[in-house]
């Protein structure tokens, strides 16, 4: 018999094998238990002198019959049942042209990919290069400050998401996240995501994921073509045709799913002069913070810092200013990462955080920052790109050459005083670093909330203000400056039919699980309306 047993604890003051806490939960004798499979693991360090670990299991058990009533009297056993696969509805009017996907970030590789495995043959195009290619452009840059406007960190296969912590945790509730897990792992992503509480990839194994995910739309008749991008659409009666590329290529597209990313600021400026609904949205922008790991798993797991079953601790703050205008938090925490050079244009400084799987640079790093609205940069669909271009261009000025990057230790930023470079870490951040005051480069009212913020996180993670820290900015590409607007049944352009906006780029998502969800669902809305390709 196959049951679920859920919150099965180990205490780390008194570790024991899973299969022997998994009897000791159930009642059950040891020659009963066949074989254990772990559902979902957490770690609970509510209580920082007993940390626990917590796991819901799929247990195959030989009982008889009156054991089996009492285990599944139990409120935490049950009969296990696998989930169910989301049914697929296939439409039945005809496409004109394969669908076109634009963007091979998360929602544009899984749109792709859903599309691919169901007969409708997506051309997906990408604006930057292959992986391999992309993170050879990466390296150059953060080495030598070489700048490649079509190859960065925000542009290129896997999009803005391949050079981060590669994090798959969202707030969305969704069913098809276990099929999606599934597919990411079955693409090369590590087997632990199925079931960690807080799952990440890292970036060195995402890059791996990512050519596996394209290689299965390749295998399954889709088409993927890079440093291909679309300077314009194809529309006829507000629907859109087709797209034309850079080169002066017109391709016809049966649909066109847009999942252009965050940073496709180009692409935010066709949209609007075709006259496609575009709004100005809230986002936030700050600066990162670079602590000693050892600081942050002292912080959070207290004696237990180190043990070889928690790895590097992580954190998120939250602070409210007492009007309520105003929150400070943390944002893409990458323990054990590094602080990396982010542009995505000439003469603007962009950073972000990224982490390999293993998390063990020795340094903590989080994005700090603070919400904006259209109160803050005007209503106008483009006046949050140029807001974040202001102030990207104040820190490319401040940093001085070759995309140094403005940065100050917390001691001085707090204090107000000469800006100072001396902190507990090596700066981590490439090509370098100019010391610089950090109200220089951002509006004050965000400066003077990190300062509320970072003083309020002191008293919550004992070191976490003290001075030693390091700040580095500006980060302000926490999400999409638009939503490009869509009918929430049919996923469609409210302004523009057959263009479905998708992902982060487009307002839908925050990170690289919802963007990828966003895409799944997308292309199912597609699939719903259309027959597949003949």
């Not at 603070?370 to 949050?384: K, M, R, Y």
């Amino acid at each position: 018999m196959k049951i679920k047993i859920t919150n099965v604890r180990i205490s780390l003051r008194h570790e024991t094998s899973l299969e022997q806490a998994v009897c000791k939960k159930a009642g059950l004798p040891k020659d009963a238990l066949q074989s254990v499979q772990v559902l979902r693991k957490a770690v609970d360090a509510r209580k920082k002198s007993d940390i626990y670990l917590n796991y819901h299991v799929l247990a195959d058990v030989d009982v008889n019959a009156k054991l089996s009533k009492r285990l599944l009297g139990d409120k935490d056993i049950s009969k296990y049942q696998r989930p169910a696969k989301e049914a697929v509805e296939l439409g039945v009017m005809p496409m004109a042209a394969p669908p076109v996907v634009i963007g091979a970030g998360p929602a544009g590789l899984l749109a792709a990919l859903q599309l691919a495995e169901y007969g409708y043959k997506p051309v997906l195009l990408e604006r930057g290069k292959a992986v391999a290619q992309r993170v050879s452009d990466v390296n150059r840059f953060w080495t030598t400050g070489e700048f490649n406007p079509v190859s960065n960190v925000q542009f290129g296969e896997g999009g803005a998401g391949t050079f981060s912590d590669g994090k798959l945790t969202t707030r969305v509730n969704d069913p098809v996240m276990a099929e999606i897990l599934q597919l990411f792992v079955d693409a090369g992503a590590p087997e632990n995501i199925l079931y960690e509480h807080k799952p990440h990839v890292g970036t060195d194994k995402l890059r791996a994921m990512v050519t596996g995910l394209s290689n299965r739309i390749r295998a399954l008749g889709g088409t993927i073509r890079y440093e291909t991008q679309v300077t314009d659409l194809i529309i006829k009666n507000n629907t859109v045709q087709g797209v034309v590329l850079a080169s002066g290529e017109r391709l016809t597209a049966g649909a066109v799913v847009l999942a252009c990313g965050h940073s496709a600021r180009d692409t935010y400026a066709m949209l609007t002069s075709q006259g496609v609904g575009v709004t100005a949205k809230p986002f936030a922008i700050g600066v990162r913070i670079e602590h000693p790991q050892e600081l942050i798993d002292r912080a959070q797991y207290g004696d237990f810092a180190g043990h070889h079953l928690l790895g590097a601790a992580d954190y998120a703050l939250v602070y409210h200013t007492p009007d309520k205008s105003r929150t400070a938090y943390s944002f893409c925490m990458c323990p054990g990462g590094q602080v990396v050079a982010a542009a995505s244009e000439s003469g603007g400084v962009v950073v972000n955080g990224m982490s390999m799987f293993n998390r063990d640079s020795g340094i903590a790093n989080s994005a700090l920052v603070v919400n904006v609205s259209p109160e803050d940069f005007g209503s106008d669909p483009l006046a949050g790109v140029e807001f974040q271009r202001q102030y990207e261009r104040l820190a490319f000025a401040c940093g001085g050459s070759n995309y140094h990057a403005p940065a100050q230790n917390l001691d001085t930023f707090l204090r107000q005083s000469t800006p100072s470079l001396e902190s507990l870490v090596q700066p981590s951040y490439r090509p370098g670093l100019t010391a610089c005051d950090l109200d220089k480069v951002l509006p004050n009212y965000v400066t003077n909330t990190l300062r509320q913020g970072i003083t309020a996180f002191g008293r919550k993670l004992a070191g976490y203000a003290d001075g030693g820290a390091l700040l580095t900015g500006v980060e302000t590409r926490t999400s999409a400056p638009v939503r490009i607007d869509r009918d929430r049944a049919s996923f469609v352009s409210v302004t523009h039919d057959l263009l479905y906006p998708c992902g982060e780029g487009a307002g839908y998502a925050g990170g690289i699980m919802s963007a990828a969800l966003d895409g799944y669902h997308v292309a199912r809305a597609i699939m719903k309306r259309f027959a597949p390709m003949q």
